[in-house]
């Protein structure tokens, strides 16, 4: 079969076209072996057992945003039946449970198919502080992989994977996402549960995501993105569809008095292309003094946050100080000299530093940086273990102590070929808006996916935002592909998402046609079956001319979502299913036609 792209869409149109998820699979075992190095990958499935989840799919289920799309999760975090190392071998145990996100991920679709090498501990932006040995970076081997994910980053960037997870306190979501030329989504904290991951700094930070595009990483998102009761940091984060913004955003820079990139040219002109390429389509750039948020950067590794890096590794520091890399210790035990009134002093230095972070952040929609001021080689951090180090975290380390989503974006490649990447930033919250506005960036220029030579294909265009729009759900032959699809596409429709109902609905292949059409019943909760749905945005003045258009026995109802969310879509009155065939088995009307003889 032909190399498949790595990429969510393809992978969908691949499943539909009869490719089946151990082809997929086969695939990614063939990419592991080619890349050929040891330092991704701390613990991987067998062959059988990958084969064996690939089987437990069963059929395409094009309800399911991840069915049959490979991930690789980083080891700080569980999955069932695998060490979580947090690269050190002392620390090691063997989780029973998925962590929440895996969970989630897993629900989804997705395949699992490794654990992936950090920073020891998540400490480090530079991804060579483990005892395993570094993954190589896919880009260029002289560079560091970038950390503290540089493992779940390298397998994304060579196309072994989808997406990955990593984790980000400092900027281990972003860093080794520009370092590999990839997607690196930071989302708010409290949006991804903790539940099952080890922390570094509990308060301040969150699992991240990374992949080759921005569809896919916040596709990914999406999956992922559910309230977890049971994690203290949670907070009701919602990740609805992208739509393009209906106004010009006020983007924030680094005034030119301020912004850092220690002596590289070739990163400066590479940032103020991107800039010029903001104020093309339409943003109003505005420079800010970026003295508060550098203050800002520094407390992270001074007083309580520092002390609770010591609250993970206390014991084993008890226990067996050396079984800790040398240079974990030194960042860490500096905790042993403070008080808990240090800790305290640092808290409160932090609420004024912030503050006056306020002041210039006022009207700004949201801020673009240098995801790093410049790139630094694995010779460079033999020579010195902590200044490169603190380099790569000069424009992430103020944004989780100011509690700001992100999201780096490749750019077009700088002028000696070595990638390009900003990150957006934002307020809490503010997750489908900088994927939105990142869509634009990714697609400047010509580039490739990662380290492959796979073509950057832009996504369908965005539906527009604001009040005007109708959202509704469909079920049958106005579904993408289906002969009655056009009914939607030419009074200005756009595809949002792919859904499911509750358990309530039976689901009926009716009498008549062509087209074949089916129909959509409500009962009480559980007498039915989740039902395959997409979702379409429509303009409110085309929604009349489009129901005229829909013949009895169907007419506009609320139809309730497998996550309790309600949305208008088509219901069937009941006497007109006594003709036809009661296929809620299928789940899915494209299943129920590729298995109809007619």
């Not at 090498?117 to 480090?124: I, M, P, V």
Request: net charge negative; charged share 20%; hydrophobic share 45%.
């Amino acid at each position: 079969m032909p190399d498949l792209r790595m990429t969510i869409p393809d992978l969908r149109a691949a499943y539909q076209s009869g490719v089946t998820p151990k082809d997929v699979v086969a695939q990614v075992l063939a990419r592991i072996a080619a890349v050929n190095d040891p330092g991704i990958f701390l613990a991987r499935p067998t062959e059988a057992e990958l084969f064996a989840e690939a089987a437990a799919l069963g059929d395409f289920d094009a309800s399911k945003p991840l069915w049959g799309v490979p991930f690789a999760v980083k080891d700080n975090i569980d999955v069932a039946g695998y060490e979580t190392t947090a690269a050190c071998p002392a620390f090691a145990y063997t989780p029973d449970a998925d962590a929440f996100v895996v969970a989630r991920l897993r629900a989804a679709g997705a395949i699992f198919v490794g654990k992936t090498n950090l920073d020891q501990f998540a400490t480090g932006l530079v991804g060579v502080r483990t005892p395993y040995g570094a993954p190589l970076n896919s880009i260029d081997t002289e560079l560091v992989p970038g950390g503290s994910s540089g493992g779940s980053a390298v397998a994304v960037g060579h196309g072994i994977v989808a997406f990955s997870l990593g984790t980000d306190t400092a900027g281990s979501g972003r860093v080794p996402a520009a370092l590999n030329n990839i997607v690196g989504l930071k989302p708010t904290l409290g949006a991804l549960s903790a539940t099952g991951v080890v922390p570094a700094c509990r308060s301040i930070e969150t699992v991240s995501i990374f992949a080759l595009t921005v569809s896919d990483a916040y596709t990914a998102f999406q999956a992922a993105c559910v309230y977890d009761p049971g994690d203290a940091y949670a907070r009701q984060v919602k990740a609805p569809p992208m739509t393009a913004s209906s106004e010009p955003a006020v983007v924030g820079i680094p005034s030119g008095e301020t912004i850092r990139f220690l002596g590289d040219r070739v990163q400066e002109q590479s940032f103020a292309a991107t800039v010029d390429l903001l104020r093309a389509q339409g943003a109003d750039i505005r420079e800010i003094d970026f003295t508060p948020l550098y203050d800002v950067a520094t407390m992270l590794y001074e007083g309580a946050w520092v002390a609770e890096r010591y609250t993970v590794i206390e014991d084993l520091l008890r226990r067996d100080p050396d079984a800790i890399l040398p240079v974990i210790r030194q960042i860490i035990c500096k905790a042993e000299t403070l008080t808990a009134a240090d800790a305290f002093r640092g808290m409160y230095r932090l609420k004024e530093l912030a503050r006056a972070a306020e002041s210039v952040l006022t009207g700004i929609d949201m801020l673009c940086v240098p995801t790093m001021p410049t790139f630094h080689t694995v010779a460079e951090l033999e020579a010195d273990p902590i200044g490169p180090n603190s380099n790569n975290g000069t424009y992430t380390n103020f944004v989780n102590l100011l509690d700001m989503c992100g999201l780096a974006v490749p750019t077009p490649p700088r002028a000696d070929g070595r990638p390009g990447s900003v990150t957006l930033l934002a307020q809490a919250g503010d997750d489908a808006k900088l994927a939105a506005a990142a869509l634009a960036l990714e697609a400047a220029g010509a580039r490739s996916l990662g380290a492959t030579d796979w073509a950057f294909v832009p996504p369908p265009q965005l539906p527009p935002a604001g009040p005007d729009r109708f959202t509704l759900a469909v079920c049958g032959a106005h579904m993408s592909g289906l002969p009655l699809n056009h009914q939607l596409t030419e009074r200005g429709g756009h595809f949002l998402r792919t859904a499911r109902t509750s358990d309530a609905y039976r689901f009926h292949a009716l009498a008549g046609g062509p087209p074949a059409r089916p129909g959509l019943t409500r009962g009480p909760a559980g007498s039915g079956a989740p039902i395959a749905l997409e979702l379409w945005s429509l303009p409110f003045e085309q929604v009349g001319g489009f129901l005229a258009g829909i013949p009895s026995p169907l007419g506009l109802g609320t139809i309730e979502l497998d996550d309790g969310s309600q949305v208008q879509g088509f219901l069937c009155e009941a006497i007109a299913t006594e003709a036809g065939a009661d296929i809620t088995d299928t789940g899915d009307w494209r299943v129920y036609l590729a298995s109809s003889p007619g």
